[in-house]
């Protein structure tokens, strides 16, 4: 079956605009995560879905960014106002279920975000 | 709260050759899993292997295996006969209580030559 898909692959956007991030998780999968990689920072934990609610939204780093998913499944990250240390590559990943078990999560191919 | 340290910024291997990267890590969490993943030029990022904690016995999979050692909270990866397709970041990552939020480390660049 296929695997986790995120869309745009890459995408280039200038200060100050918004953009949106998309990530399909794999059929099935209860739980689906956004990570975000930068060069300084590594990989860090942004925000958690159990279904279409997000019980730890500790990591978004500030209320520019927002996450939603709906049906259990699609989820969109949106950045507000965009800003150059916003530039990373956005990783989602989903798995059969979250807290309370340990399920392998499998991770998309990522969005790279550049901010000019 | 969790912390991940991989030291080795970068290493590099000649094929057919075994190599080991380094792994430590801190948790307060009795319940815990180690991971292995990697992250080719692709961005995919693969899971390689896996740990649980409460297990003495070290994970293996295939050409692939940890040595964890639970009171130093070491955790590294042996790749043996490595092959060019090895190459890739390798990032060690940590599951606690939560069971949900990975922390990874910052990753160490392997580089396999011919």
């Known amino acids: 079956g296929a695997g986790v898909s995120q869309s745009p692959s890459n995408k280039v956007t200038e200060k100050g605009k918004d953009v949106e991030l998309r990530c399909d998780p794999i059929?099935?999968?209860?739980?689906l995560y956004w990570y975000r990689q930068s060069l300084g920072q590594g990989l860090e934990f942004l925000i958690y879905?159990?279904?279409?609610?997000?019980?730890?939204k500790s990591g978004l780093p500030s209320d520019r960014f927002s996450a939603e998913r709906t049906g259990g499944s699609v989820s969109t990250l949106t950045i507000q106002r965009t800003q150059q240390e916003d530039s990373a590559v956005y990783l989602c990943?989903?798995?059969?279920?979250?807290?309370?078990?340990?399920?392998?999560?499998?991770f998309g191919p990522g969005t790279r975000l550049t901010v000019l | 709260a969790q912390t991940v340290t991989q030291s080795q910024p970068e290493m590099s291997v000649q094929e057919a050759e075994t190599v080991t990267l380094s792994c430590t890590y801190d948790?307060?969490?009795?319940?815990?899993?180690l991971f292995w993943y990697k992250q080719p030029p692709s961005r995919q990022m693969i899971l390689v292997i896996r740990?649980?904690?409460?297990?003495?016995q070290n994970a293996t999979e295939n050409r692939f295996s940890v040595n964890f050692q639970k009171a130093a909270k070491s955790f590294s990866l042996k790749i043996s006969d490595s092959q060019l397709g090895d190459t890739a970041m390798y990032f060690c990552?940590?599951?606690?209580?939560?069971?949900?939020?990975?922390?990874f480390g910052k990753g160490t660049l392997l580089t396999v030559n011919p």
């Open positions: 990943a989903s798995s059969l279920a979250g807290s309370g078990s340990i399920n392998e999560q499998f």
């Open positions: 059929s099935g999968h209860t739980a």
């Open positions: 879905f159990q279904g279409n609610s997000a019980p730890d």
């Open positions: 948790t307060s969490e009795s319940n815990y899993y």
């Open positions: 740990q649980e904690a409460y297990k003495q």
């Open positions: 990552a940590s599951l606690g209580g939560s069971n949900y939020k990975l922390t």
